[in-house]
């Protein structure tokens, strides 16, 4: 198993460049199947959660090759199950329900799994699909759903879900009539996935608002098209910079999905600016504690939460950190306490009393956030620190110690 040594205090200068999002490529990966032929797509990272995709494709019959461009052949789609064993690393799985049910009315999909940061039902997924006309059934931890024909519907999501936007949108888009999509995911990257969507044939308007609407035609066509770069990862490098009192500058990025991390970052005393696709960022002074809780789009993302509590871990006064999305993302504060950050829990709440250095420390990533709060610690820290279960990681930053070693990071990656 593999593990990282990185050895902290030195600032990070230099450029890094931002890879594709994978949040953005696994959906569009999975909309592959609504369409027979091949797909092609660019700017796709080389992650463990895409490799995990490209394999259920493939049990389900698709080809693919992913070298400069990732290219999907879903000619040969000839069984429509996703077995337990491949969706129980990754949540994104379920992805597949909704384009299975549109092309083939039947899909047999194992319950998922994925980071261990609270409960992430699908009962907003299969709620949905009910009322376009799919007989769903729960046997033995898998769902199993039918339909002689998929019909329109009016749809209100009792809270915002990304997956389940990103499902019934595809779900939608071969059914019978008009889907309204209500209290829908505004998510840069349900935005691409209905921009592609539509280049495939289908009618899908609203998207990037609160209602989406589309209208079901006969069948999609193949297309390609470009992975919009991942603005979490560009989210992690900016802390990265201010934690180590460097000064970097992000290429090919979208600062326009990074408003809302941008301006946090900004009161916590970063000096950030942005012009086309590319951000520069410095700490000017001391880190100031901010308060912050997270929001679906465009509010601040939950997935910069562990990231932004490292970086207040290093505040000059005391910082209140609310996560309103999941029940259960916080465990990344031992780990964080065990690097000498003083952080207290109330509930779903962390008190973050800002402290003036971390010290480097073996610890252990317990989910992909998780595990980059712990890098982001690690090279602000004074001495060495080991940080095992990086596989965690590895799903969703490509080749992270390459880019943080060409911009001055001491750390090494050591298999065993």
């Known amino acids: 198993m593999d593990r990282l040594v990185i050895r902290g205090g030195s600032p990070l200068n230099g450029e890094v460049e931002i890879s594709g999002a994978k949040n953005c490529a696994l959906p569009l990966m999975a909309a592959t199947l609504i369409a027979s032929g091949t797909h ?86 299969l709620k949905a699909l009910q009322q376009m ?44 009539g008009v889907t309204v999509l209500k209290n829908s995911a505004r998510e840069p990257e349900v935005v691409a996935l209905a921009e592609y969507l539509n280049l495939m044939g289908a009618q899908i308007e609203g998207a990037g608002t609160d209602e989406i609407t589309v209208t079901g035609v006969r069948e999609l066509s193949p297309s390609g098209c470009e992975v919009i770069p991942d603005r979490i990862e560009a989210g992690t490098y900016l802390v990265a910079a201010g934690m180590t009192g460097g000064a970097l500058k992000l290429m090919r990025c979208r600062p326009d999905h990074l408003q809302a ?52 871990a290093l505040g000059s006064g005391v910082s209140m950190i609310k996560e309103r999305i999941f029940e259960n993302r916080f465990m990344h ?33 317990t989910d992909l956030r998780a595990s980059a709060s712990l890098v982001l610690s690690a090279l602000a820290a004074e001495g060495v620190s080991e940080i095992t279960r990086i596989y965690h990681l590895d799903r969703g930053y490509e080749a992270i110690e390459k880019k943080l070693s060409a911009v001055g990071a001491t750390i090494e990656r050591v298999s065993e």
């Open 133 to 176: 006309g799919v007989e769903i059934d729960l046997e033995h931890g898998y769902v199993v759903g039918q339909a002689k024909r998929l019909r329109g519907a009016v749809i209100a999501f009792e809270q915002v879900t990304v997956t389940g936007t990103e499902n019934i949108m595809m779900a939608a888009c071969l059914a019978d």
């Open 40 to 125: 092609s797509f660019s700017n796709v990272p080389h992650l463990r959660d895409i490799r995990t995709m490209q394999s259920l494709l493939a049990h389900m019959g698709a080809t693919s090759r992913h070298d400069n461009m990732l290219q999907i052949d879903t000619s040969d789609i000839h069984t429509f199950e996703a077995p337990y064993d491949l969706v129980k690393t990754m949540r994104a799985s379920v992805l597949v329900l909704g384009p299975l049910l549109a092309r083939y009315r039947r899909a047999r999909i194992s319950l998922p799994g994925g980071c261990a940061i609270g409960a992430r039902p699908i009962n907003l997924h």
């Open 261 to 312: 991390i941008i301006q946090k970052l900004i009161d916590a005393g970063l000096s950030i600016e942005s012009n086309g696709d590319f951000i520069e960022v410095r700490r000017k002074g001391k880190i100031r504690s901010v308060n912050m809780e997270t929001q679906p789009f465009p509010g601040f993302p939950t997935d910069m939460q562990a990231q932004f509590m490292a970086l207040m």
């Open 333 to 365: 504060v031992l780990e964080l306490q065990r690097m000498g950050a003083d952080i207290d829990l109330d509930g779903r709440t962390a008190i973050v009393r800002g402290v003036k250095k971390l010290s480097g420390a073996p610890v252990m990533a």
